[in-house]
């Protein structure tokens, strides 16, 4: 059937850009909240040196759970900390209780409110399951529009992905309540809310807390997925060490989840019903805590002396003195870190993120003409949407122009000649790339805008292909990074192989796992290194088992951008 397509996704667009814009100024205040309650947390539970609150974690997990969990909390605590993960389990643990009181402090409301009312449980229901359905990654798009770059999307993403058990457990629980006893307390004349939170409530309480302890458990698991958009701790660790292919420093940043989720998870579970409280009343343990908590909180807010890092209306205070990054294995991170360094940007931070996040946080800032800084390559269909405009780099921190060269496996030219050829001869402008890019951001598919820039360049692709055998079915294997020149160039070559005879399938991966699968022969080729610079690194540590054929195109450019309208020119103008 040849049907139109419903513009479904094209609407969902405008309905977020609507919502962008008319309720920015809430936005703006969620933002602001959530930063301030996350940096409490965090500047609570770093207070004082690691051994403090170790020993804190494992008194309570102790009292609730008994003495073998203890020891155990006391040596895996410890073993983080010797790691050197004690920062980023900080950041994680703050990000996950404040995931999880929001989850409480709405979610349970909302399950009794369903619990009480058929027609809100026959509404939210539906709501729930498509949250628990829809992948966590889709929830971070609209995040980073409305909330920006960093951890605040990250943890209403994992609010709206955690919070479903918490609604559900709750209506559950008080659904479960005996009705004999429903029926003793109306006879006794109770009010609503006497009945709620004198007979529900307490009957429902175990299956409530199970519904929180799963919320938490959920949130836990999004914070590798919460570093996509910028959110600190491990999480950024596990996705560094991923884009790195760095096996070591994954499991020891993973081990340290599993510790985390191992503790949260005995802790929320015996928390009604503690080990020991037969020694000491629950009421006593909890009140010394909150009092203990309370008083630091005290303590710090009357030490704490902010200062500004420079005056009103500078280019550091507009920005927050922030830098907006993109994949944390991708070279040019590695440049900009050097460049903070170089240059004596000591108040800035470089924050890790993702290409999309980048750009999504781009485009905010230019549609309000607000100033941000990001780190930004040419080409890039970025440069004919915006106006934008590189630092001038005096230290040449980020290198001369670079090129993209294609590399294969060992091995290719012998099982596949005509394709080597094509691969070999594959080469392009930066105009060329530039028009695929801006086909696909004005909505055409990757594979659409290869092939219209195929079908309108013929002479162009007649000298690739010229003189390459045809192929016969035979499989070969394409990867490639989710950076928008790479989609560009690897649908473009994939596109004529596949004209070509061959049956191309094209995978997505980091820049580490891209390099790796070339070596190992378990892809065949590529035609997305960044060479001399961005990924020297990677070229280095296995150029010994690929084939480099050399660029496919010159003259590429890194550094950091800025749009036009700001009145900066140079990289020491940050200082």
Same mark, same amino acid.
């Given at each position: 059937?040849?049907?139109?397509k419903?513009?479904l996704?094209?609407?969902?667009?405008? +309905? !977020?850009?609507?919502?962008t814009?008319t309720?920015? @100024?809430? $936005?703006? &205040? #969620?933002?602001?909240?959530?930063?301030?309650? =996350?940096?409490?947390?965090?500047?609570?539970?770093s207070?004082g040196?690691?051994i403090?609150?170790?020993?804190?974690?494992?008194? +309570? !997990?102790?009292?609730?759970?008994?003495?073998?969990? @203890?020891? $155990?909390? &006391? #040596?895996?605590?410890?073993?983080?900390?010797? =790691?050197?993960?004690?920062?980023?389990?900080?950041?994680?643990?703050?990000?996950?209780?404040?995931?999880?009181?929001?989850?409480?402090v709405?979610?349970?409301?909302?399950?009794?409110?369903?619990?009480?009312?058929?027609?809100?449980?026959?509404?939210?229901?539906?709501? =729930?399951?498509?949250?628990?359905?829809?992948?966590?990654?889709?929830?971070?798009?609209?995040?980073?529009?409305?909330?920006?770059?960093?951890?605040?999307?990250?943890i209403?993403?994992?609010?709206?992905?955690?919070?479903?058990?918490?609604?559900?457990?709750?209506?559950?629980?008080?659904?479960?309540?005996?009705?004999?006893?429903?029926?003793?307390?109306?006879?006794?004349?109770?009010?609503?809310?006497?009945?709620?939170?004198?007979v529900?409530l307490?009957?429902?309480?175990?299956?409530?807390?199970?519904?929180?302890?799963?919320?938490?458990?959920?949130?836990?698991?999004?914070?590798?997925?919460a570093?996509?958009?910028?959110?600190?701790?491990?999480?950024?660790?596990?996705?560094?060490?991923?884009?790195?292919?760095?096996?070591g420093?994954?499991f020891?940043?993973?081990l340290?989840?599993?510790?985390?989720?191992?503790?949260?998870?005995?802790?929320?579970?015996?928390?009604?019903?503690p080990?020991?409280?037969?020694?000491?009343?629950?009421?006593?343990?909890?009140?010394a805590?909150?009092?203990?908590?309370?008083?630091?909180?005290?303590?710090?807010?009357?030490?704490?002396?902010?200062?500004?890092?420079?005056?009103?209306?500078?280019?550091?205070?507009?920005?927050?003195?922030?830098?907006?990054?993109?994949?944390?294995?991708?070279?040019?991170m590695?440049?900009?870190?050097?460049?903070?360094?170089?240059?004596g940007?000591?108040d800035?931070?470089?924050?890790?993120?993702?290409?999309?996040?980048?750009?999504?946080?781009?485009?905010?800032?230019?549609?309000?003409?607000?100033?941000?800084?990001?780190?930004?390559?040419?080409?890039?269909?970025?440069?004919?949407?915006?106006?934008?405009?590189?630092?001038?780099?005096?230290?040449?921190?980020?290198?001369?122009?670079?090129?993209?060269?294609?590399?294969?496996?060992?091995?290719?030219?012998?099982?596949a000649?005509?394709?080597?050829?094509?691969?070999?001869?594959?080469?392009?402008?930066?105009?060329?790339?530039e028009?695929?890019?801006?086909?696909?951001?004005?909505?055409?598919?990757?594979?659409?805008?290869?092939?219209?820039?195929?079908a309108?360049?013929?002479?162009v692709?007649?000298?690739?292909?010229?003189?390459?055998?045809?192929?016969?079915?035979?499989?070969?294997?394409?990867?490639?990074?989710?950076?928008?020149?790479?989609?560009?160039?690897?649908?473009?070559?994939?596109?004529?192989?596949?004209?070509?005879?061959y049956?191309?399938?094209?995978?997505?991966?980091?820049?580490?796992?891209m390099?790796?699968?070339i070596?190992?022969?378990?892809?065949?080729?590529?035609?997305?290194?960044?060479?001399?610079?961005?990924?020297?690194?990677?070229?280095?540590?296995?150029?010994?088992?690929?084939?480099?054929?050399?660029?496919?195109?010159?003259?590429?450019?890194?550094?950091?951008v800025?749009?036009?309208?700001?009145?900066?020119?140079?990289?020491?103008?940050?200082?």
């Amino acid at each position: 059937m040849n049907m139109q397509k419903i513009p479904l996704g094209a609407w969902i667009d405008s +309905l !977020v850009d609507w919502i962008t814009v008319t309720f920015a @100024g809430l $936005f703006s &205040l #969620i933002t602001n909240t959530i930063d301030g309650l =996350l940096n409490i947390l965090v500047d609570l539970l770093s207070a004082g040196p690691p051994i403090v609150l170790i020993l804190i974690l494992t008194l +309570l !997990v102790t009292y609730t759970s008994r003495w073998p969990l @203890g020891i $155990f909390t &006391l #040596i895996s605590l410890l073993l983080i900390d010797n =790691l050197g993960y004690w920062d980023s389990s900080i950041q994680t643990l703050a990000i996950v209780i404040l995931s999880g009181l929001l989850t409480i402090v709405i979610g349970i409301p909302i399950g009794i409110w369903c619990a009480q009312r058929k027609t809100v449980r026959n509404i939210v229901m539906p709501i =729930l399951d498509f949250m628990q359905t829809m992948p966590a990654f889709v929830y971070l798009i609209p995040s980073i529009l409305f909330f920006g770059i960093g951890v605040v999307p990250g943890i209403i993403a994992s609010f709206i992905f955690a919070i479903a058990p918490t609604i559900r457990m709750t209506n559950l629980g008080i659904q479960e309540v005996p009705k004999d006893l429903i029926e003793a307390s109306n006879a006794f004349g109770s009010s609503n809310s006497q009945k709620l939170f004198k007979v529900q409530l307490p009957l429902a309480t175990p299956t409530i807390m199970a519904g929180v302890n799963q919320s938490i458990m959920l949130a836990l698991s999004m914070v590798v997925t919460a570093s996509l958009v910028g959110a600190p701790g491990l999480g950024a660790d596990v996705y560094r060490a991923v884009s790195q292919i760095n096996v070591g420093q994954g499991f020891e940043a993973g081990l340290s989840i599993v510790i985390i989720a191992i503790i949260l998870d005995r802790l929320t579970q015996n928390l009604r019903n503690p080990a020991y409280k037969h020694l000491i009343r629950p009421k006593i343990v909890f009140s010394a805590l909150a009092v203990l908590v309370i008083g630091a909180a005290l303590v710090l807010s009357l030490a704490k002396n902010e200062t500004a890092t420079g005056p009103a209306g500078d280019v550091g205070s507009e920005t927050g003195y922030q830098i907006i990054g993109i994949e944390p294995g991708a070279g040019i991170m590695t440049q900009a870190r050097n460049a903070v360094k170089d240059y004596g940007l000591d108040d800035w931070k470089l924050t890790e993120g993702s290409s999309a996040a980048m750009v999504a946080e781009l485009k905010k800032a230019y549609d309000q003409k607000e100033p941000i800084i990001i780190t930004g390559w040419s080409p890039h269909w970025m440069f004919s949407s915006f106006d934008l405009k590189y630092l001038e780099d005096p230290n040449q921190t980020f290198g001369g122009a670079e090129d993209i060269n294609t590399i294969v496996r060992k091995g290719l030219q012998q099982d596949a000649p005509g394709a080597y050829q094509i691969l070999d001869q594959f080469a392009w402008e930066t105009s060329d790339m530039e028009e695929v890019m801006v086909q696909i951001e004005e909505g055409a598919s990757a594979e659409e805008a290869a092939q219209k820039w195929i079908a309108d360049h013929p002479d162009v692709v007649a000298k690739w292909t010229e003189g390459a055998q045809k192929g016969s079915g035979q499989s070969i294997s394409l990867v490639y990074v989710a950076w928008d020149t790479e989609i560009a160039s690897t649908n473009v070559i994939g596109q004529v192989l596949e004209q070509n005879g061959y049956k191309v399938k094209l995978s997505q991966v980091e820049v580490g796992p891209m390099f790796a699968s070339i070596a190992n022969g378990s892809a065949d080729a590529m035609v997305a290194a960044w060479l001399p610079s961005t990924h020297l690194e990677y070229y280095n540590t296995y150029k010994k088992d690929i084939v480099d054929l050399g660029p496919n195109l010159q003259g590429t450019k890194n550094g950091l951008v800025v749009p036009a309208y700001m009145d900066i020119d140079s990289i020491e103008d940050l200082r």
